[in-house]
T-cell receptor, first 112, second 112 residues
């Protein structure tokens, strides 16, 4: 079983829709959780960063972590064509000196 | 502006040739990373360095080498031993290994 599983999509929605992106992870030692957005031919850009269960909101974006279920989500409200990108979840173990573990990314397309 | 600069943006390698990808950061970050991204594979860790003059192999280090002589620089050499080097290479840095990573805009390497 891979450490981080993410549905690759593609996911297509109309403008204004609520988007839900999800990842599951296998190791309860993971402590930090992140979401990155990657546009074509660009590097990933950090969107959200959290280390606790619950919700964290930033504008139209909400990150949700459920450590009991080992499930992380990113919700995008009022989606825009500019949100069309690949979204990567990432987890970081509690152990110091280790590196991020990424999901494979979900490709999102928002049509106007 | 603070950030991570990768150069060149595009690079072509001939058979049997070593090539070096540049990564420079002015964020004063201690940790730096190299990833390889292939379609459908997500980001795979090649090497990472938590401090100057020290680095560790990631999941796919074979055929690659790195150095970390200065805090702001972490060049990656793709050697002739890497038989399938065509990919998008991403460099990242973080304040330390427990902080989110910030990425450059990548170098696309192709075989001539």
């Amino acid at each position: 079983q891979k450490e981080v599983e993410q549905d690759p999509g593609p996911l297509s929605v109309p403008e204004g829709a609520i988007v839900s992106l999800n990842c599951t992870y296998s190791n309860s030692a993971f402590q930090y959780f992140m979401w990155y957005r990657q546009y074509s031919r660009k590097g990933p850009e950090l969107l959200m960063y959290t280390y606790s269960s619950g919700n964290k909101e930033d504008g139209r974006f909400t990150a949700q972590v459920d450590k009991s279920s080992k499930y992380i989500s990113l919700f995008i409200r009022d989606s825009q064509p500019s949100d069309s990108a690949t979204y990567l979840c990432a987890v970081l173990p509690r152990q110091a000196g280790t590196a991020l573990i990424f999901g494979k990314g979900t490709t999102l397309s928002v049509s106007s | 502006d603070g950030g991570i600069t990768q150069s060149p943006k595009y690079l072509f390698r001939k058979e049997g040739q070593n090539v070096t990808l540049s990564c420079e950061q002015n964020l004063n970050h201690d940790a730096m990373y190299w990833y390889r991204q292939d379609p459908g594979q997500g980001l795979r860790l090649i090497y990472y360095s938590q401090i100057v003059n020290d680095f560790q192999k990631g999941d796919i280090a074979e055929g690659y080498s790195v150095s970390r002589e200065k805090k702001e620089s972490f060049p990656l050499t793709v050697t002739s031993a890497q038989k399938n080097p065509t990919a998008f290479y991403l460099c990242a840095s973080s304040q330390d290994s427990n902080q989110p990573q910030h990425f450059g805009d990548g170098t696309r390497l192709s075989i001539l």
